[in-house]
């Protein structure tokens, strides 16, 4: 394999986006988002059978609205207001664990409060759909016109966030399945991960996960799956080079050629890594 040098930049993923992100009434049924039918119109072929993106810093950029939403809510509470850098770093787990992280002086009953305030100013912010990164929608339409290649989200995300992230930009059909927080153990943890390949009937050497923190690569790392890492949002490439990913980019674009490129290299243990640097995704 290659070794190419790549960037991080300032995107990121958002963290679970309701204030009733410690347990969701939904059933794993649920959960199942029926993807629109796709005739495969394309002779290209992914190297996988289940491709599995995180959200949020790996198809949109909602870091910017995550951070202000949470500072404003400790603001509101009269707390400690921590620094952009703090509550980029745990985006990606579930909502209480993130706060746990980030306060952990704090009580439950003080979390939950704070958790509740951080709710409401974060849907109000997501009234405004979040964009996504440059190259994605063209990118999953090119994996959905091949045949044999199903989509899947792990989110650190709720399924209420989840779900309405799906509504404001008519994209939940383009995945088959789907795993938020809320339903499952957060991030690092590799359930969200088991959960969607008991559901699609895949084995772990036939997915891939692409996520852009060390939770993502790591809850693919621990079950033997393959992991893309993307430098456009929450970590920096030396920590995400921790988890041995089998492909660093800096783009989506980068990361579809890959998928579709003929040679499958998938070793989890691999020394080295395909690294794509290509220009930074905009803001």
């Not at 400690?80 to 209480?96: K, Q, S, T």
Request: glycine share 6%.
């Amino acid at each position: 394999m290659r070794a190419v040098k790549a960037e991080s930049s300032d995107g990121s993923r958002a963290l679970a986006s309701s204030a009733g992100a410690v347990q969701n009434e939904n059933s794993a049924a649920t959960d199942r988002t029926e993807a629109a039918p796709v005739e495969s119109l394309s002779d290209e072929r992914c190297r996988y059978q289940l491709v599995i993106f995180d959200w949020d810093g790996t198809l949109m950029d909602s870091a910017p609205r995550i951070v202000a939403a949470m500072q404003a809510a400790a603001r509101d509470l009269k707390w400690r207001v921590l620094g952009d850098a703090a509550i980029r770093d745990i985006i990606g787990l579930g909502l209480p664990e993130a706060l746990a992280a980030l306060y952990p002086e704090r009580s439950l009953s003080d979390r939950q409060s704070l958790q509740s305030r951080y709710g409401e100013l974060f849907r109000q912010a997501d009234s405004r759909p979040t964009p996504f990164f440059l190259g994605v929608e063209a990118g999953i339409e090119r994996l959905r016109q091949t045949g044999g290649c199903r989509l899947a989200v792990a989110t650190g995300k709720s399924r209420r966030g989840l779900d309405r992230a799906f509504a404001h930009v008519d994209c939940g059909r383009w995945f088959d399945h789907s795993r938020t927080a809320d339903m499952t153990r957060s991030k690092p943890h590799p359930q969200m991960l088991e959960e969607l390949l008991a559901e699609s009937g895949v084995a772990a050497a036939d997915a891939v996960m692409i996520g852009d923190t060390e939770y993502d690569l790591e809850m693919a790392r621990v079950i033997g799956m393959d992991r893309v890492a993307v430098t456009y949002g929450v970590h920096a490439r030396e920590r995400l080079m921790a988890s041995q990913p089998s492909l660093i980019a800096d783009t989506f674009p980068d990361v579809v050629d890959w998928l579709m490129a003929a040679e499958r290299a998938r070793s989890p243990q691999c020394a080295m890594t395909d690294t794509i640097a290509g220009p930074k995704a905009p803001r």
